[in-house]
């Protein structure tokens, strides 16, 4: 993959991440996992279930959108956008460790920021 199209590598990893996300089972176990690490009495009963099918609802959706965004051609658009659901996307998981939720989420933040800044790498050499 030439440096032009390196941030494209981002799309890839959205995708195999959404579909982790909206796969029935897979995503209670990564979610029991995230919520090891810090509030526990969270992820438990009626509530354990709800946030799990909300996060299997929003895998598939990123699926579909991660899925559609590798099947346009690339455009300065598509990568600006690209990198705002990034940031907003690195915003909420760095909100969702500062509440103390677990500090696997600031992981996934630093992730995404990482991404945002690939993308944006890409934005200046167009």
Not at 38 to 47: F, K, N, R, S, T
Not at 73 to 100: E, P
Request: charge should be positive.
């Amino acid at each position: 993959m030439n440096v032009e199209n390196r941030h494209r590598l981002v799309y890839h990893a959205d995708l195999g991440l959404f579909l982790l996300l909206a796969t029935p089972w897979v995503n209670q176990q990564l979610l029991t996992l995230i919520f090891s690490f810090g509030q526990q009495e969270l992820y438990q009963g009626a509530a354990a279930q709800a946030i799990t099918v909300f996060v299997g609802l929003m895998g598939v959706l990123g699926f579909g959108l991660s899925s559609l965004r590798l099947g346009v051609d690339d455009s300065r658009t598509v990568v600006a956008r690209s990198a705002l659901v990034k940031a907003l996307a690195a915003l909420w998981l760095f909100y969702a460790y500062l509440c103390g939720l677990s500090p696997i989420f600031l992981l996934l933040a630093a992730m995404d920021a990482a991404a945002l800044l690939l993308l944006l790498s890409s934005l200046r050499r167009r």
